[in-house]
Nanobody, 127 residues
């Protein structure tokens, strides 16, 4: 059974930082791309970032590029999202997600590229 367990959410002031972590199990982690998806209150889910199976290639939505960093640790079956310069519009539930492919060469990902999401962790950015 595929399991994705997120941690690290919380409340932070604008300009602050948070790091989300996800522990994965139940599939061959080092052959699978991973990503983060978020859903803000009253809005649909939005792809945020992805990392290819080997952790060497990363992709970001324009809204977070330059502020967020995704990383993948195949030895520990973990994927992390380091978030800096947080804005109120980053407020959302963040989901760790397992991709249904190993890699993408181009930077455009869609929600259809993911087949399993975790339970989510809340990130609130407010003064």
């Amino acid at each position: 059974e595929v399991q994705l367990v997120e941690s690290g959410g919380g409340s932070v002031q604008p300009g602050g930082s948070l790091t989300l972590s996800c522990v994965a199990s139940g599939f061959v982690f080092d052959e699978t791309a991973m990503g983060w998806i978020r859903q803000a209150p009253g809005k649909g889910p939005e792809w945020v970032s992805s990392v290819n199976f080997n952790g060497r290639v990363t992709h970001y939505a324009d809204s977070v590029k330059g502020r967020f960093t995704i990383s993948k640790n195949n030895a520990g079956n973990t994927v992390s999202l380091q978030m800096t310069s947080l804005k109120p519009e980053d407020t959302a539930v963040y989901y760790c997600a397992k991709a249904n492919i190993a890699r993408k060469l181009a930077g455009t990902w869609s929600l259809d590229d993911f087949d399993t999401w975790g339970q989510g962790t809340q990130v609130t950015v407010s003064s």
